[in-house]
């Protein structure tokens, strides 16, 4: 776990890294390497107590050349301007490898929910969606769920912006409790799309994922829905599951379903006694397996960590997990890294399915949406393998920047200049 890198850096490189093969003028990678603007709010929120207290948001609305800015608001101690700018990078160029009609954006509140009660937390959500208000919109930007935050807090921005517009808007906001206007398969479309991912990964590589070793790290959403995928859909055998509190390991297979059981009922994973061992991350991280998913926080491997890596294939739940340094290290040493922008972007397809069922108001059964799903993962998987083929490209993660930053580029070009 590295501290000391900047996510937006880390961005900034990525874009660079893949420009390298994409026909595109310096004055034009530099938009492409930074947000069109960013909005900083300081919430002043009345606690249970009566005293007051300042909160710090942010709102980066990355690119808007393919469509309305869309991506999640995370709450969390370490949200920081260039974290959201760089989440809103990533958003930008995910929309764009599984060709959906959204430009990037990102939000977030410096903030540790545990800290504080739900009346406290609906205020401060309903004061963040007043101060977005002007900015958002089912045609401008879109706000969704993202680290620590879900359908409750989304049906409160949804129900907040259309008190104050006086109106009715579901569109305006994803990832809302389906009797709030949410679509069915939008809670478990990221780790849905992270199995997608792995299983055309490991048939590409001619790899078996039947009785395959999966370790995960973090079990929140994108974490246990993807390990109870893999296991359920794809026969793959759960290993290793971690969150915050350290990892817990069983070489015969974790019951991927009571530890999630376990984890709602004592806030983690360890202690969970049908495990044989008690790890810690970095254990985690560079154990011998099959398949790695890292589902929780940027930075999770650098340099120093992805020298020890031991599995063969990595497929990342988490935005932004690997250091730009790690995934040097592990382009040298042969480990195939599928990156975020295609494994995690089930989560942002169906949320585009859920605007599309807010335009129309009519909605889908959860078979059509994991029909869809699949059907965007797997076509933006075959682009990225025709882009890395075609042009003899270093890595999967280089590919699926040449596929988006191409088709970002397209949108800019065919919309002329302005003067
Ligand atoms: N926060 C999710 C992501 O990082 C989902 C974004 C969305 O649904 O707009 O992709």
Known sequence: MSDDVNPFESLQEQVDDAAKYVDVGEDTLERLKNPERVLEANLTVELDDGSLSVFRAYRSQFNGDRGPYKGGIRYHPGVSRDEVKALSGWMVYKCAVVDIPYGGGKGGIVIDPIDYSESELERITRSFATELRPFIGQD???PAPDVN???????????TYETLEGTTEPGVIT?????SGGSRGRVEATGRSTMLTAREAFDYLGMDMTGATVAVQGYGNAGSVAAKLLESELGASVVAVSDSSGAIYDPAGLDTHAVKEYKNETGSVTGYEDASEELTNEELLTMDVDLLVPAALENAIDAELAREVGADVIVEAANGPLTPDADDVLTERDVYVFPDILANAGGVTVSYF???????RFYWTEERVNEELERHIV????????????HDLPNFRTAAYVVAIQRVLNAYDESGTWP
């Open 140 to 142: 401008k930007d879109i």
């Open 149 to 159: 935050t879900g359908q409750r807090e989304m049906n409160w921005i949804k129900d």
């Open 175 to 179: 990832g809302k409790a389906i009797d």
């Open 354 to 360: 859920e605007w599309v069922q807010n335009r129309q």
């Open 379 to 390: 076509e933006a998987f075959e682009g990225l393998i025709d882009a890395y083929e075609e």
